[in-house]
Each structure stands twice: as C-alpha cells, then as structure tokens.
C-alpha cells in the first residue's frame, strides 16, 4: 500500500510518497512547489483568496498523481504562514470546502514533536535536532530521562522580510543559556540541506560552516542562482536561514553541524503509518 503526506509550509508547498508493508515503510518519491505564503501572511496579515487558491490548484495537482498511484490514505497539515495568518480558519475551511479533504494545522509545539519520527532521534546524546522553516524554529532534543521540544516565531521568510521580533531573539538567546552545550546540531529544512548540498559536504564543524555562509551572504540573490542553481525562491532566503543557525551553534558551543533530507512530510507519513498498521517500523 502507498500512503502520502502534504506539508504546506511558509516557503514551499511539499509532498511525498512512500511505499508501505506492515512491517516496513520506504520513499519512493519527492515533490516540491514554490507557493510562498509567508510574503503574504507577513506583509498583509492574511491569506488573499488568489493565493488559497494557488494552494488549492497545487492540492489537487498532487492529489492527480496520489489517483495515479492508487494513493488513498494521506494527511495534509499546514504549518506556520496558517497559524500566524489572521484568517486562518477561514482559510481551512475554504480549502476544506474546494478539496473535499481535512486539513489540519499543527501548532510549533506539534512541528516540534513530530521530529520524534526522525530514525536517528532515539540514538546517540550531546546532540540537537533543529528544524529551521519559513516561518518558525523548531528544536527537539532528546535526554537520557525525557525530550524537551520548544518552537520559536523565527524563519528565513519572517526574517528577510524583517518581520522577526527582537523579544523573540532574546528568549531564544534565554533558552539556548538555560540548556547544556551540546557537540553536534542535525538541521533539518531546504535551505540546511541545500546549503550542504552544493558543498558536497555531509558535515562541517561550526567553524566551517561560519566561513562558508558568510561566503554565500556575499553574493547577490542574482549570483547566488547563478552559481550555485538555487531557485530564486531558495537564493533570497538561504543566508537568513545560516544566520539562524550560525547564532544557535555560537551559543550552544557546537563542534559539528550537518542536515537530514528527513522533514515534516516524512514525519506526519510515518505517524499515519502507525496509524494504519498500529505496529513497530524498520525504515528502509
């Protein structure tokens, strides 16, 4: 059986597709579409019905190749841009309406929580899963007794478009005093991963990766799409992202940071493939 999930965040709009047996759950594929909600919700305060509907001709779009595949069983949730934007249940019910689908939207704590799903949360200490999106932060950060998970109002869309907060940044700073330095951080979302990606690096300690995202902020967003091939919409975002993350590594004494393809979309499949086989998974 197949089963999907669409993540419809600040930045992006994401599917992805995986292939499932009682015992077993494995990606089979991937897709990704550049509807940025955040300039609106951050700008105007709201969603315009022109770009629900942006977002309700992509839903269908992916619901196309969930028919093609025999696809069923899917969860659609939204992200930060719906819970920040004034409209918000309207806004679901509107898109509820035209795709004869629930739509569920996930506070921070819950984005938060759901990186529990990430293979490699139970395993190893000293390190620190950070999920940096559009709109909000995420950290999941398991210990030997319990799991501590907070989100925070701080984005590479919110940030670019200077609609981040200053008391946001100090009680981020407050907390990141309040935990215990830990040697490695595991960033999860597109811009980490990108920024890796065209380094062909897996991992950096924290003084590389500093002199490498000062290197990108040199560049223009032109320039950027130029020679590394970001999309515009990954190219005027990215250095906001690092900026994040290098102020997060700087105060929790990081040696090494390096990303994960896994991200929301993986992690709300995982959790309805435990709601449909209700049993133990060995990811492939």
Known sequence: MKIASIDIGTNSIKSKIFKTTPASI???QGIRSPIRLGSEV?????????????????????????????????EI?????FRDTSNSEDARRYIETA????????????????????????????KIFIDLGGGSTEFF?????????RSFQLGAVRN???????????RLEKWLKSIKPKKKIIG???NIRSFFDVHKSKEMSQAEFGRKAQSIAKLSTEEKM????????????????????KFIAERLEIQTITSTKWGISDSIAIKLFHELYSSKVTIS
């Open 26 to 28: 494995e990606f089979i």
């Open 99 to 126: 795709i004869n689908h629930p739509l569920r939207i996930i506070s921070g704590l819950e984005e938060a929580k759901l990186i529990r799903f990430h293979p490699k949360s139970n395993t190893g200490k000293n």
């Open 226 to 245: 130029k020679k590394y091939k970001f999309s515009h919409d990954r190219a005027d975002v990215i250095d906001h992202a690092l900026h994040i993350f």
């Open 188 to 190: 999860i979302g597109g």
């Open 160 to 170: 670019m478009l200077e609609k981040d907060e200053k008391r946001e940044w100090v």
């Open 42 to 74: 951050f700008i105007n305060g709201s969603l315009s019905e022109g770009k629900l509907n942006q977002v309700i001709e992509t839903i269908r779009e992916y619901e196309d190749i969930f028919k093609e595949k025999s696809i069923s069983h899917y």
């Open 77 to 81: 949730v939204a992200t930060s841009a």
């Open 141 to 149: 950060i398991r210990n030997e007794k319990d799991t501590t998970i």
